[in-house]
């Protein structure tokens, strides 16, 4: 899920139940001009930021760019989000988190599927695996999972609400796509959205699929699918549990959502490499039939599967979050393979460290070289990490899952090494 920084959203224990996101005192300059601010893309990550902008930089004006058309209704996307604690608190912050849509995660469990070691001192199943409980790390929940657009939604009114009470100051452009951003001096950027204008700071928060994306500076193709959807769990399921499944051919996991009609649901995400991709082939109850066999006894009995859709993964990152006055977050930064989940949460990690360094110091080039110092020890070790978790699944040697297993072990086994886990999973790196 994420990682902590100093004065980030993610700031605070791992251990402390209570924590909240707190930003620095502002550093007022009554002499400095307004700041002017685009945000491009109305996503979760762009709309998180401009209301962040909005309550704590007074002096900026905010124009928010989206193609969409505000008109278009978005509260039915039905894409799965997986958000770390510290990314709940901080919308929760914001006064946007929508609870009753959103199903708590109080226990992660991770496992290696055979071939593999396995023996009594692996656990109740006698295979690797590690369980990290929302309990033993005291907090109320190690993270949530919900619908795109039951988060976005509510962003989305909160922004709308808020440009209303100040309309001269924050400025909802959607329907406007942006054409181009350009620096031509060193003080501002000209963004040509149908009119050129000109602004102190771009963030840009459009991201995208890889399969979309134009490459970036550090890129690679894992020649895998992902497929997700939902399934239906059997009523005697633990609620609130996140299953990752380590398989020969690729993770899959499952992340709970909340019941429906009272059914207990999870959102599927099932990771196949390309040239051995059979699931097209399949039909419902073949789908069900392998993926109940991947799985460990703990998940209980699959019932149903939705119908599924197929992504290709990758990895695509900027080197850098700041070129000039233009900042890139979330997936415009770096899209990374679903292993870790990690995507949605960095970029609200980058949004909240931006916010901050302009409320420490509102010079523009001064903040960006904060933000650009502070957030690459966890940007770059969650790219690094995810990208070799994706990698190891096509190597083919003898012992990968041997070893793989023995790291799972090893976690479950040394209470120190799981705590630090479960405090990236929560709140990022330090």
């Not at 040697?397 to 209470?415: E, I």
């Amino acid at each position: 899920m994420s990682q902590a920084h100093d004065s980030g959203p993610l700031a605070g224990h791992s251990h402390a139940a209570t924590d909240q996101p707190s930003l620095s005192a502002p550093v007022f300059d009554p002499a400095a001009p307004a700041l002017r601010l685009a945000v491009i893309g109305a996503g979760p990550a762009g709309l998180a930021l401009a209301l962040l902008a909005a309550r704590y930089l007074p002096q900026a004006q905010i124009s928010l760019f989206d193609a969409r058309p505000i008109e278009r209704d978005v509260s039915g996307d039905p894409r799965t989000l997986a958000l770390s604690l510290g990314s709940v608190q901080l919308l929760q912050r914001l006064r946007v988190w929508p609870a009753a849509q959103a199903q708590a995660i109080r226990e992660v469990h991770v496992s290696q599927a055979p071939p593999t070691l396995s023996g009594a001192w692996f656990g109740d199943a006698g295979e690797p695996e590690v369980s990290i409980s929302a309990a033993e790390q005291r907090v109320p929940q190690l993270g949530a999972v919900l619908a795109y657009g039951q988060l976005v939604a509510p962003l989305q009114a909160a922004w709308q609400q808020a440009c209303a009470r100040e309309p001269r100051r924050l400025i909802s452009r959607f329907g406007q796509p942006v054409d181009g951003i350009k620096q031509d001096r060193p003080d501002e950027i000209e963004i040509d959205a149908g009119i050129a204008e000109r602004y102190d700071l771009a963030v840009v928060a459009e991201g995208g699929v890889f399969s979309d994306q134009a490459r970036k500076a550090v890129t690679h193709d894992y020649k895998q699918n992902a497929w997700v959807g939902t399934v239906t769990l059997s009523p005697g399921s633990a609620a609130g549990v996140a299953y990752e499944r380590f398989t020969r051919r690729g993770p899959l996991a499952l992340l709970p959502l909340p019941d429906r009609d009272g059914q207990r649901r999870a959102a599927l995400v099932w990771c196949q490499p390309q040239d051995e991709d059979e699931v097209a082939e399949l039909d419902d109850a073949q789908r069900l039939a392998v993926i109940q066999h991947h799985l460990p006894a703990r998940v209980g009995k699959l019932e149903a599967i939705s119908p599924l859709k197929c992504f290709t993964l990758g990895l695509n990152a900027e080197r850098t979050l700041v070129e000039g006055r233009r900042i890139r977050i979330g997936n415009a930064a770096q899209t990374l393979h679903p292993v870790a989940g990690q995507g949605l949460n960095l970029g609200l990690r980058d949004a909240f460290a931006l916010v901050d360094a302009l409320r420490r110091d509102p010079r523009v080039d001064a903040a960006l070289r904060r933000v650009e110092w502070q957030r690459a020890p966890d940007r770059w070790t969650t790219i690094v990490t995810t990208d070799f978790l994706a990698r190891t699944f096509a190597w083919r040697w003898p012992g990968l899952p041997a070893a793989r297993g023995l790291g799972l072990a090893a976690l479950q086994a040394l209470p120190p090494l799981k705590r630090a886990l479960a405090g990236q999973m929560m709140f990022g790196r330090r």
